[in-house]
């Protein structure tokens, strides 16, 4: 019988986050994918997961938002997970700064309607190197676009709300990877250094570049340590 993976994606993205990640592991492994349950609560977002895992307990892996989530359902249900793998995320909470950031995306929706995601904004958002890569560009536009207005409030609102997860996670018995770009300009950088100050149960990785859709731009780098992580016993 295959491993079972579950996959949650990150804000405004889903299954095609994982098509180019998939074909690579599918051979191998039972990759499920798990939308992110529209709510603005962490506490009723895991709740609704918790459900939803049929199994007793499970190999998480979440991209960004997603991370925090797979890393909230962690520390709360820790006897329902295996292993956890965060993908362009940190457990850390909020800042006032981010979220008076975000709080102003709310104010141009209010004044202009929400227009989705241009070209040229998707491609300001994968590597340089990528920037060529129009299939790529239209995956993460796409994504944007058709998750819509609804989507992209409750998610983003529900980062106003993260707590701190470091100080849980480093009490928590199962293996937890965490995979980031260096430069990835979407990352709290003080949240990468308490990362790595907090590695005693924790296996951190980063790559060089600015890429935060790595499981679209990296799908081969990201299947090489997920095919680790998942032989790491507790």
């Known amino acids: 019988m295959k491993e079972k ?14 098509s180019r990640l998939i074909p690579l592991l599918q051979d191998e492994y039972e990759l499920v994918h798990v939308p992110i349950p529209h709510s603005e609560d962490f ?25 925090y989530i797979a890393s909230y359902f962690a520390i709360t249900y820790p006897n329902r997970v295996n292993r956890l793998f965060t993908v362009a995320a940190t457990p850390g909470n909020s800042t006032e700064a981010e979220i008076e950031r975000r709080k102003e995306k709310f104010v141009v929706i209010e004044k202009e309607g929400f227009s989705g995601l241009t070209y040229e904004k998707a491609k300001s958002l994968v590597e340089e190197k990528n920037q060529n890569d129009d299939e790529l560009i239209k995956i993460i536009q796409d994504m944007f676009i058709d998750l819509g207005k609804e989507t992209f409030i409750s998610q983003l609102t529900s980062t106003f709300y993260r707590k701190d997860l470091f100080e849980d996670l480093t009490n928590l018995d199962i293996p937890i990877w ?25 296996n951190i990785i980063s790559r060089v570049g600015t890429s935060h859709n790595i499981p679209l731009e990296e799908p081969e ?9 998942i032989k790491t016993k507790n």
């Open 43 to 67: 506490d009723e977002i895991i709740d609704i997961l918790f459900n939803f895992f049929k199994e007793d307990k499970i190999n998480l892996l979440g991209f960004s938002l997603g991370g």
């Open 178 to 202: 965490f995979f980031y770009s260096v430069d990835d300009r979407l990352l709290n950088k003080e949240a990468i250094k308490k990362l790595l100050l907090n590695t005693h149960n924790m």
């Open 5 to 18: 993976i579950y996959l949650i994606p990150g804000l405004m993205t889903d299954n095609r986050l994982w």
């Open 221 to 229: 780098l990201l299947r090489f340590y997920i095919k680790d992580w």
